[in-house]
């Protein structure tokens, strides 16, 4: 049986025993589409939802757009427990499919109110069909599936939804951003300020000085379209940025003080962790304030997503230092170019510079040891290809080989991350030494290094619009009310990403995958696999994908 109850009715629900239903129909305000602007209304919390053991509620809109529909699992049964909010969101459903769900801010403040999303009148968004997310998108984590394989796990698609959780010129956002430069920053910025200021009414924006410390000790400084109008067009970011500085209760107290209730958070993996405790520290405190993260990295090695932003710029100007290389190398005998490319943990800039270059004839990466003496070695291949070929171009990646150099350096910046010792100008000068030392060779070696030159210029074409979708996703989910997630692209859509996700382990190149064969079979490198280390010890087969990033299985290994 179905009830048709008003909203005001949700709390005489939670009051009775409703013993052979398990659909409410909530009909709120019948004028609500001659009067969109004046409209409020009121939905059950999470926590009185449970009380019913409800597994799912959310607008029937084929039968009236209206209406908001509750379905619970066990009629009538009350259950007084209350859902433990700190653990992740695990949603089940038939044929093992798991949707691995972002918080949201009713999750935990009771009697939340909600209006409906301002694009409904925008006339750009308004002849969409079907602009509005459905409630019951999701988008799977595995896209390569086998006939009996279980649906598996699952992101919450992102994307603007009907209801948003915040009122227009109640908004007060910031955005700030942490880590090392990425091209794409300030596009990101710029479409988070548009992207409020358009599609939802929102004026007041503020940007954070330099990073996290810049909360608590520096003033903001306002954001309008005007302000980010040609910023997109510059590297770099217009807010600042460090490392370092993260104090959460300090932070949180002053997102408090300023009367902050979005918070975007544009960083790499060190960023999302602190944000991940900011957003903690906000749900302890019951505070209405959405924290979106927004991943960034030239390192890629954020896991779950496809790639960060900025990643295919930072790609494309480490071409011009691998032509460089490659040019000088050619033109002389026995020419040998080295570049470093940046990469402190994980080898995707190096990787993927190599591919799109062809001019590259050894590729280095920090998950793929290798050894310089002896067959199979490095310098006995760098020996074949003069010979065959009279020069040779090696791209290394700054974290290779880190532990061959004499003694590793054990600084830390102030983010904790460990600093390398300079792997380029080492690796250079043990091939000169082989070669004039022990083999008695001419060589003509030119080492570049592009460093930060990869970083901080402005994102290509393609990034700019990532960086939009990445940013106008960002937005959706906080006005939506969706709190601690990462806006990120899975398998080519947008998705909200649960923090614990996205913090959870670093994004590698997986060597046993045929991303990295791929790279073998174009440079005709050694693969320098000792035969004591197994194909098992290079990466575990649930890390296994077909682009040489972690996280998604390759079917190879199914
Ligand atoms: N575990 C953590 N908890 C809280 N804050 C953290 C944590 N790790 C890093 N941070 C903070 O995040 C910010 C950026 O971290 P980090 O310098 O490691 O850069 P990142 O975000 O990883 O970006 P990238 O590696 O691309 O430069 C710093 O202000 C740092 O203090
Ligand atoms: O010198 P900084 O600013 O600490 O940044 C260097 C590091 O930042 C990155 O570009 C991104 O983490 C790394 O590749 C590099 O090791
Ligand atoms: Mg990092």
Redesign the pocket.
């Given at each position: 049986m179905d009830f048709v109850i008003a909203p005001s009715s949700f709390s005489s629900l939670l009051n009775h025993n409703y013993n052979k239903n398990n659909i409410f129909y909530c009909c709120y305000n019948n004028t609500f589409n001659q009067n969109k602007n004046k409209s409020r209304f009121s939905v059950p919390s999470t926590a009185a939802l449970t009380k019913f053991n409800t597994v799912a509620f959310g607008y029937d809109y084929r039968r009236n757009p209206c209406c908001l529909r509750i379905a619970c699992s066990r009629p009538g049964v009350m259950d007084s427990s209350k859902p433990d909010i700190s653990k992740p969101k695990i949603v089940t459903g038939p044929g093992g499919y798991v949707l691995e769900d972002v918080p949201h801010l009713s999750d935990y403040i009771p009697d939340l109110s909600c209006y409906p999303n301002p694009l409904q009148d925008n006339p750009a968004y308004s002849v969409v069909k079907q602009y509005f997310v459905h409630v019951d998108d999701t988008v799977p984590q595995k896209i390569v599936v086998h006939k009996d394989s279980p649906r598996g796990i699952h992101f919450r698609r992102a994307g603007p939804r009907q209801r948003v959780y915040f009122e227009s010129d109640e908004v007060h956002a910031c955005i700030v951003t942490?880590?090392?430069l990425?091209p794409g920053l300030n596009t990101v910025i710029r479409e988070i300020v548009c992207g409020l200021y358009h599609m939802y009414g929102v004026k007041k924006v503020s940007g954070i000085d330099g990073?996290?410390r810049g909360f608590y000790a520096k003033n903001t400084v306002h954001l309008d379209p005007k302000a980010v109008n040609n910023i997109h067009k510059r590297g770099g970011t217009i807010l600042g940025t460090?490392?370092?500085?993260?104090d959460t209760s300090k932070i949180v107290d002053s997102i408090q003080d300023r009367g902050i209730n979005q918070v975007y958070i544009i960083?790499?993996?060190?960023?999302?962790?602190?944000a991940s405790?900011i957003f903690e520290e906000i749900r302890k405190r019951g505070l209405k304030v959405s924290v979106a993260g927004i991943p960034?990295?030239?390192?890629n090695d954020i896991p779950v997503i496809d790639k960060s932003f900025g990643f295919d710029t930072a790609v494309e100007e480490a071409q011009r230092a691998i032509n460089a290389a490659h040019v000088e190398a050619d033109s002389i005998d026995n020419g040998i170019g080295v570049v470093k490319l940046m990469g402190?943990y994980s080898g995707f800039i190096a990787m993927n510079a190599t591919l799109a270059s062809r001019d590259v004839d050894c590729c280095l990466i920090p998950e793929s040891p290798f050894y310089l003496e002896g067959g199979g070695g490095l310098f006995e291949y760098i020996e074949r290809r003069l010979k065959e070929n009279g020069h040779m171009v090696i791209v290394i990646a700054e974290g290779a080989g880190q532990e061959l150099l004499s003694e590793s350096m054990t600084q830390k910046?102030?983010?904790?991350?460990k600093l390398l010792k300079d792997v380029g100008l080492w690796i250079s000068q043990r091939i000169k030494d082989y070669f004039s030392k022990q083999r008695k060779m001419h060589i003509n070696l030119k080492y570049i290094d592009p460093t930060y030159m990869i970083r901080a210029i402005p994102s290509n074409a393609s990034d700019n619009v990532y960086c939009t979708l990445l940013a106008q996703s960002a937005v959706h989910g906080a006005m939506a009310g969706y709190t601690g997630f990462t806006s990120g692209l899975v398998n080519g859509r947008q998705t909200y990403i649960p923090f614990n996700r996205i913090i959870e382990k670093q994004n590698k190149v997986v060597i046993t995958d045929r991303m990295w064969a791929r790279l073998l079979s174009s440079t005709n490198q050694p693969t320098f696999w000792s035969p004591k280390v197994s194909i098992a010890d290079k990466g575990s087969e649930d890390e296994l994908s077909d682009n040489g990033i972690c996280g998604q299985e390759d079917p190879r290994f199914n």
């Open positions: 942490c880590g090392g990425c990073g996290y460090s490392r370092g500085g993260h960083g790499g993996d060190g960023t999302q962790r602190g405790v960034k990295t030239i390192d402190r910046d102030a983010s904790g991350n």
